[in-house]
């Protein structure tokens, strides 16, 4: 064997050696705590959902942790609703396994969940002139399913509209910044222009086509049957059914694509774009817990290198300029939050769960109200929870829904 076959082997068994690690590091899950009992200090106490391991929303406990002191430049608002996203749902299974490069090894480096809230603000910073106590406010950070939240003030929060309730404004954050970045920013719908949104009744979707009407666009939504009536009372102009016909082989032709599912290869979503036409890839398949969405991803980027029409994938970036403008939508009547069930904070791993079997219409909310913040009795439903991840395969995971 010559000096360079050695070396090309001894190379390929430290690199393989070096991913299997890799692999076992990323998918090992950590046994969960038993969560310690808190008793009353000088801080007071708040109800929170934590997390302190990956796995089913089971896992998820109802804890008594203290309660938060805004800094000088931060905000306490006191949670009268939060929202669930499938962000939360990928993040308590610790899937796609990538993603654990970020949130932690083995448990979770944050134990906070929720992301989306809306409630009144308690106290302010001494530095804070936004905001004072009274404001009913509404954003997205980290431990929204709590009794409360710090929140800075030049972050993702805004004044909620008078006419906009708590259970509205917290629908509004992930998934309407998403449609709205996704609309304006990467695919630069102009008004006139034909907008297809695919997957129109989730939680994106049904924001993505209110805010593309309020440009002045044409929209055609995708939905099942039962859907069909929800997305034109949102304002769609069309709405296709997909179980009775496909968008894609279809004579008409569109300039944006807006993609919460993934159901369909780039080449097959090519087919119904005009020349020069940009999908925005919000949903994709799923190709297992390690790579999650990022396969179809790759796929849509590489075929915008060969063809004039753009394929794109973006994460959305919470803003308090574009809540602020959400905000004006909304407050205006121009967008709504369509909201399908609610629960209490006790019951997010039900909420959780809910969301993760695909039968949301719009948002689920969480309420936060003191006298139902308790922890409730809540059983898993067999065979959803466990195989949650697994049954996506079908279907298509969403990243910032």
Known sequence: MTMKKRIFISLAGVLALAITSLAIMLSYNAECP???????????L??????????????????EIPKPTPADNEVLVRVQAAAVNPLDWHGAAGVPYVMRLGSGLGTPKDPRTGVDFAGTVESVGKQVTRFKPGDEVFGGRGGAFAEYVVVPEDRAIAAKPSNVTFEQAAAIPIAAVT??????????????????????SGGVGTFAVQIAKSFGAEVTGVCSTRNVELVRTLGADHVIDYKKEGF????????VIIDNVGNHSPLKLRQALTPNGAVVIVGAPKDGPWIGTFMGIIKGTVLSWFVPEKFVFFVARLTQDDLTFLAR??????????IDRNFTLGEVPAAIE???????RGKVVVRVPPDTAQSQKWKPTPNVVSNVFNESSKRSMTLSR
């Open 34 to 44: 038993t969560p310690a009992s808190s008793t009353q200090g000088p801080q007071p």
């Open 46 to 63: 708040m109800k929170a959902v934590m997390q302190r391991c990956y796995g089913s929303p089971e896992m998820l406990t109802l804890e």
């Open 179 to 200: 449609a709205l970045q996704a609309l304006r920013d990467q695919a630069h719908v102009q008004a006139g222009q034909r907008v297809l949104i695919n997957g129109a």
């Open 248 to 255: 894609t082989t279809a004579n008409q032709r569109y300039d």
């Open 329 to 338: 939508l909304a407050g205006e009547g121009k967008m709504t939050a369509v």
């Open 354 to 360: 809910y969301l993760a079997g695909w039968h949301a």
